[in-house]
Each structure stands twice: as C-alpha cells, then as structure tokens.
C-alpha cells in the first residue's frame, strides 16, 4: 500500500523479496545496502536466527530520487524462505506494491522453487491480490554455481506469463539492481495507472 | 489492483501534529509517533532527532502485524495495547483505529497511568481524522500527483 504525503511531498512503497530458503534474497538487500549512499538508505535491520537465515523479516529503506517534485522512498523487506515461516511471509507480503521472486537456479532447488512460487500466490490470494497483477519481477540467482538449470528452462518452469526476469549472482552484485529498479519502475508505472481504489 | 492507498493532505497533517505535540507535553513522554500498519512513520513529536524513526517505525509495525497474528491463532480479537518496561526507557503501543499505530517512549518523570489516559483521548480524536483520510483516499476523483508523470520521468530516476 503506497503512502503518498503531500506536506513532505513523498511517496512511500513496498517492495517485497519472496522465494525459497537459501536462494539469496538476504544477500540482495546486503548488496544494496553496501552499494548504495549513506544519504540515500537508512539502517538496514535483520531478524536473523543465529545461523543467519532471516527469522522475521530483513528491512532496508532507500530513497530513489523525485519524480515531479515528489521524493520516491522505497521500503525492501525480505521474507523467510524457509517452510515453516510461512504466518510470518504472510504477515511481511501485507500491503506490498511489488514483488521480487528470487529463484535459486541449482538444479537441486527445482522443487523448492516451485513450492515458493505456488506459496506466494496463494498468500497474495489471502489478501485478495493477484500476482498476475501486482507489479512483479523475477529473478535466477546463483549462476555462479556449478549444476544449474538454464534460463529457458527456468523460464519454462517458473514464468510462463513472462514478466521481466533477470539473471543474477547476488554474492557479486550481479543482476541485483538491474532488478530492483525494474520492480521499482514497474511499481510507478502502476501507481500513475492506477488512481486510488 | 492493490490495496488501497495511504493519503495524507495538509489539514489532516496539521490536526495529526497537534495531537501528537499535545501528547508529549500531557503525558510528559519523550517521543511520539504515529505510524501506519505497513511501518510508514505518519507523524514524530518530541525528542525523535535521537531516534532511527525509520527502524523504529518498521520494527513496530511488524511487532503489531506479530502479535495481531498470535491474536488471530488464539481466536481473540486484536491485542490493541502493548507496554514494555525497559530500566530507563519504556514503550507503549496502542493500535488505533485498527489502522495506524500509536507509539509513545516515555521515562520515569511521567507515571503509566497517566500515559495510559493521555493515549486514550488522542486515540480517540485520532480515529476521527483516520476515518476522514480513508474517505478522501477512496474519493475516485481525486487527483494523484502520478496521474501525470510520464514515463520519461521514471526512466530519469534511474539514469544515473
Ligand atoms: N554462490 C552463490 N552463493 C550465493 C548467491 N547468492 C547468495 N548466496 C549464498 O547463499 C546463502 C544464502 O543466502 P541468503 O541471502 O541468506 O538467503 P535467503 O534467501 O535470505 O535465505 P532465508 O533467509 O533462509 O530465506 C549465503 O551463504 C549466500 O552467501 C549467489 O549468487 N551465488
Ligand atoms: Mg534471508
């Protein structure tokens, strides 16, 4: 849910990174983080276990520039992959602008793709969104790794609608802002399209 | 498409602020906040300069979103008053309206039972204006800033 503020002249949305344990979302918002100028974000939080898989929620606000006069603010939150977290996914993907499916792209994690895709549609559901319409980028991490799939059959497995998709090594920054911003794009095209239902 | 948008026009601003100023000096806190369900901080009065507003503002939020879960595990209805006790600093969250969080840090100049009545009237002028806010974001002929934003300007954001 964007939150326009016409006294400070800001704009507000969420962008949530989904996907399943270990594929790399955390390690998204580390690279923005670490890349980005100390004006433009704030902390970044993290609710991690002590083996550092995220336990709530990652958290990193980041101020994109203007647009019109009006500041753009982004809010990134990770969910936990992991199975068992799912009342917490559920409670992160509240009020969301725009999605990021992060898809590991090891051969080993096929399933667990799929699984991770089919739980973020039926909890968008839950709040009565449709990932068909919510503005939604996805992307193939890990290509660094030795046994993965290819992207036409990553393609073909988990994005049969075509949204835009990115090939990425988030450990090196790879693809990582390239797919950012086009989420980030996506999200305004829509709040310039859609007036306030 | 989404859920519905968050819209915050001066006048409601201005009556916002003064709620939030008045509380700090009624319940003698040190810093209030109002912030929304999604963790946007609305409004900050008080000693906030010290504070990471920001953090704050989402930290709670997904506390509120936390225990309104185990709420709904538990069959029960919302918990709308949280109190921590900290050794210099407490903290107490009221939902208000079921729509926006009201947070108030506060020391040992100022006692819970004041800070409790205090919190209880601005929720109660607070809920007014909230409702205010959603009729006018719900308002289809309201204008939007982005209703004219081309798609020039958002490629200009990322040229850089
Ligand atoms: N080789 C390689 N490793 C990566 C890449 N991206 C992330 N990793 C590693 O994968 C592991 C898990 O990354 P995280 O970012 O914590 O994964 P996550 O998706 O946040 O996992 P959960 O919090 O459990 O949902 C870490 O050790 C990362 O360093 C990548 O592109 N290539
Ligand atoms: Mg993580």
Redesign the pocket.
Known sequence: MSFINYLSREINCKIVYY??????????L?YIYNKTNPEAKGKMISL?TDT???LFF?FLPLALGEIRGFKTRFHLY?????VFYDASRKLILKGVDGVVF?ADSQIARAEANQESLENLRTNLAEQQLDLDEVPYVIQY?????PSIMSVEELRAMLNPTRVPDFE?????G?GVFDTLKAVAKLVLTELKRGTPK | MASPQMVMYEEEFNQIRAIVDRLVRDANAQVVFIIDKNGQLIAAAGESEQIDTTSLASLTAGNIAATGGIAKILRENEFTTQFHEGERANIHIQLVGNRVILVVIFNNQTSLGLVRLRVKKATEHLNGIFEILLQKAQDPNQQTPFAEITDDDIDNLFND
């Open positions: 996907g399943p344990g270990l594929c790399g979302k955390t390690t998204n580390q991690a550092d898989r995220t990652d990770t969910v936990p992959g992991q992060v991490n890990k290509r660094d790794m990425a090594v988030a450990v090196n790879d």
